[in-house]
């Protein structure tokens, strides 16, 4: 079955659950378009009954960061185009400033909930003060899932 997916790099991140002819696709890949063609290349597989797609594409991440993010932000009262949200490997980088520090931990706590993401990075500065990686010696603050 893992043959049948397009692409070394595709057999090697999708995880493949075969149960009494139904399949579960699981992990991530690159793209939307890889996602939609492992899940089209196991429909046309003799025997297949039916198929549970549970793959992620990265390029999708950060587009469902933000739109998690957004609610929370009007919530907590955060200016649009405070926080920028920038992804990489499931890698969430949250940047920019926010009022208060429960607004900061609100929107690290939603990043986080998001599928796809495994660690935010929250470079949130808070008010006036400086953002965590420059504050007193310490490092960002980082949540891993």
């Known amino acids: 079955l893992l043959l049948a997916l397009p692409g070394p790099q595709t057999q090697r991140v999708v995880k493949v659950r075969v149960e009494d002819g139904h399949v579960d696709l699981g992990g991530q890949l690159e793209t939307s378009e890889q996602v939609a063609q492992a899940a089209q ?34 919530e907590q009262q955060v200016g ?27 929107l690290e706590r939603t990043a986080l909930a998001a599928p796809g993401v495994r660690v935010v990075v929250n470079n949130l500065a808070v008010g ?10 310490t490092g960002p603050l980082v949540r891993n899932r």
């Not at 649009?80 to 208060?100: D, N």
């Not at 006036?128 to 010696?137: I, K, M």
């Open 80 to 106: 649009p185009g405070s926080v920028r949200v920038q992804c990489e490997h499931g890698i969430v980088y949250l940047e920019g400033a926010v009022p208060t520090k429960a607004a900061r931990a609100a």
């Open 128 to 137: 006036d003060e400086p953002p965590p990686s420059r504050a007193n010696g």
């Open 41 to 74: 290349v196991v429909k046309t597989i003799h025997g297949v009954r039916g198929l549970t797609v549970n793959l992620i594409a990265q390029d999708a991440v950060q587009t469902q960061v933000e739109a998690m993010i957004a609610p929370v932000a009007r």
